[in-house]
């Protein structure tokens, strides 16, 4: 039964190929430093950007050749090798059998597919041609992306302007800072197989101060598609395309929504507490431990020196509902704390972010144990 399911993937494999759409986390939030310093922003719409298109594919008829010829070799390979797995020779020679008697069907199937998927020398530049008009709307799209994440309730004013505005003009509205949607070159490729094309693009984000015009921060976000037919991405007017790129913009706005202004710009991260004799498993040697904590602004700044840290040390059966404020980044208690007890802490940073009060997640619970001599 191993041996069929083995021959099963070798044909999904070798014949059709996979694909996959890369979604990726958030990256890490701007730093409170520099969001204190957006002020009244100006979010410059997206300009047009250059578009390359490839028409470097195989035709119907290449395709249809290469595709079989991948195909039979991928299955014979396939073949050879769930023989080589087994340990039995007869089974060994029966998969070999079916792989020698096989492969040319294989093949068969692989230039059909080829063959239907691939377009016409003359398929792949009317599609080009409208999939460059198409694209002639991606700016307008990425920005209402934007505008619709960038709801009314952020902690900052902002207003949308023209992609052509200056930072001159701007700065006599009356505005403090203005973000930049810059689309890199928007293109297509050939796929592995040279018969389809995927679209990629290399987008920026960068904030500038207008009153002295310094980067506030920049970051990339950049998408690919899968792979596609040129037809197939020039249905309906390029609509399949723009549909594509549309859930791509939308995913990417939401990121800079969250990353800009939402997620809590400082993390905290929790040290051992420290003791003359930390051992592996979590125990200490004496009843006053020196606790400690790292903290993070963005990526890898320090947090002002006016943010404060909550820590809390606790046991499972009494949880305070507040911890100590403190503002130092370590801390010794006065009083010993019990003998033979299992403790947890967590630390957690309060701190002005857009100028109001803000709250940094709690940190992961630590834990650890006293002496009980």
Known sequence: MNNYRHILLIIALTTFGCASLPTGPHGPPVAN??????????????SKPPVSLTAELDNKG??????AAAAGIGWLGGTFEAAGQTGEPFSAALILAMGLVTAPLVATGGAIYGATIADTDE?????NKVLEDALDFAPARFTHSLQTAMNDNLPVPYAFVPADMANEDLAELGFDSVMDLRMGIVQSQPS??????????QNRVVVTALTDGRVLVSRHYDWQTANRSVSSWARNNGEVLLADMDQRFNRISMKIADEFFVAPAIRVQGLKPMSRGWGRRGKIDDLVPQFAWTALDGASGTPDADVSYELMIFTKKNAPDAGLRLQTMNYISPEPLQACESYRWKIRAHYQSFYVPATSAWSPTYRFKTPCE
Request: aromatic letters at 6%; zero cysteines.
């Open 62 to 67: 290449k395709a249809a050749g290469k595709t």
């Open 33 to 46: 430093t520099v969001r204190n310093e957006l002020g009244r922003m100006a979010v410059r719409a997206a």
């Open 123 to 127: 398929a792949i530049a009317a599609g």
């Open 192 to 201: 592995d197989n040279q018969f389809e094309v995927n679209f990629s693009s």
